[in-house]
């Protein structure tokens, strides 16, 4: 079975910061010295040199957006520690609660 390819998003970033954000590279610097990005850690990136948009992009890109095992837990795991309800963290993540329930169920 073919092993899945993901886009090395660190060479992206890094080039993307050399390119047209020289002076945030120094606010990246920590998240892309990591071995491996979880989806949080490249939805962290793109914030931090992007900055966000209005309402209506930032609601349709979370709708491309797709999160493996582990980044489902790490949130699961966020809300726990935390002590928020799913309403309080499907805000807190731009998720919806649905799928914050959906995710309870099937995880824990």
């Known amino acids: 079975m073919k092993k899945k390819s993901q886009p ?39 914030n931090r040199i992007f900055g966000t948009r209005d309402k209506n992009i930032k609601k349709m890109n979370q709708k491309l957006r797709s999160y493996n095992e582990a980044d489902i837990l790490r949130i699961l795991n966020y809300q726990k520690n935390h002590k928020m309800n799913n309403i309080q963290i499907a805000e807190h993540f731009g998720l919806s609660r649905n799928t914050m329930t959906k995710w309870r169920r099937m995880f824990q």
């Open 8 to 46: 090395n998003y660190k060479r992206i970033y890094s080039d993307i910061i050399d390119r047209k954000f020289p002076h945030k590279k120094a606010e990246c610097e920590k998240l892309l010295g990591k071995k491996m990005l979880s989806a949080m850690d490249i939805m962290e990136l793109n």
